[in-house]
C-alpha cells in the first residue's frame, strides 16, 4: 500500500501574505499543503525568507530549494520541456526575479510615502511597540542596502515602472494566446510569474501605477485569473491555501 505524502507545512508571516508563488507551486504538483502563519517565520527560515516549507524534519526555503526538494521527491513541473525549453524557462525567470520581484521591494521600502503609509504598519503589525518600529526599520535597511548593491537606489519610480513594463512585454510576447507558458501544461514558471504578477494586481500600495502597468497586458491578467480559478477557486474550499487567500481578500475575481 501506498504511504500517504507527508503534508507540506508552508511557514508564513502574520500579515496575511498567503505567497501566490509557492502555494500555486504546489498545488500544480497536487502535493497537499498546510499553511501555517507565525509571527516568527522569517527568524525561523534558514534563509530569513519566507515563506518556508516543512516536511517532516526537513526545512526548505526560497522557490529554487523547494523545486529541486520536490523534485527529489518525485514530482517535476518541466519534466517534460526538452533542453533548449528548460534554458529559456530558466531565462525568464531570471528575467522575472531580477524585474517583478525587485520592483516590489523598491515600491514598498524606497518609496518613502508607501513605506510611512502601509509598509511600516503592515510589516510591524505582529509585533508590540517599539520591536514593529525597529524591525521595520531594520528590514527597510535591508532591502535598500541591497538596491545599493544592485544598482537600484539612485532609480526614479518612472524607471523602475519602466523595467516593469518591459518585463511584462516580454512575458506577455512569450505567453500569447497559450493557456501556460510552455502550451498545454504549467511549468515553474507560470507558478513564478502568477506569484507576482497576482501580488503586484492585489496589494494595496499608495499608487496604482505598479498594476496598471500589468493591467495593460490583458493576456498576463487573464493568466493569473485562470491560475486562481483552476487551483485555488473552488478547488478545495476547506484547504488552509484557499481559507488564506479568502482571509487576506484578495481575488482578482471580484
Known amino acids: ?39 516568527n517565520a522569517e527568524y525561523m527560515s534558514p534563509s530569513g525568507k519566507v515563506p518556508f516549507i516543512h516536511v517532516g524534519n526537513q526545512v526548505v526555503s526560497e522557490l529554487g530549494p523547494i523545486v529541486q526538494f ?53 510589516y510591524g503589525s505582529p509585533y508590540p511597540w517599539p520591536l514593529n518600529r525597529i524591525l521595520s526599520y531594520q528590514k527597510q535597511w535591508e532591502v535598500r542596502r541591497k538596491m545599493k548593491a544592485i544598482g537600484w537606489a539612485g532609480k526614479t ?22 493557456p501556460y507558458f510552455f502550451n498545454k501544461q504549467p511549468t515553474e514558471l507560470d507558478a513564478l ?5 497576482f501580488t503586484i494586481l492585489t496589494t494595496q500600495l499608495t499608487t496604482d501605477e505598479l498594476s496598471e502597468k500589468v493591467k495593460n497586458y490583458s493576456n498576463l491578467t487573464a493568466f493569473c485569473r485562470r491560475i486562481e480559478q483552476q487551483y485555488f477557486e473552488g478547488h478545495d474550499k476547506d484547504s488552509s491555501t484557499t481559507v488564506a487567500a479568502r482571509s487576506a481578500k484578495r481575488s482578482l475575481l471580484r
Not at 100 to 110: N, S, V
Request: glycine share 4%.
Open 1 to 39: 500500500q501506498q504511504k500517504r505524502t507527508k503534508d507540506f507545512v508552508v511557514m508564513a508571516g502574520a500579515d496575511k501574505n498567503w505567497y501566490p508563488t509557492e502555494n500555486a507551486f504546489l498545488q500544480m504538483c497536487n502535493l497537499p499543503i498546510r499553511v501555517v502563519c507565525r509571527a
Open 193 to 197: 510569474v502568477f506569484g507576482h504578477l
Open 157 to 178: 519610480l518612472e524607471q523602475v515602472l519602466e523595467d516593469v513594463d518591459q518585463c511584462c512585454q516580454a512575458l506577455s510576447q512569450r505567453l500569447g494566446t497559450q
Open 70 to 122: 520536490v523534485k527529489a521527491k518525485g514530482h517535476s513541473l518541466s519534466d517534460g520541456l526538452d533542453e533548449v525549453q528548460k534554458a529559456e524557462m530558466k531565462a525568464y525567470m531570471e528575467l522575472v526575479n531580477n524585474m517583478l520581484l525587485t520592483a516590489e521591494l523598491y515600491l514598498q521600502w524606497c518609496d518613502d510615502v508607501t513605506v510611512e503609509e502601509i509598509t511600516h504598519p503592515r
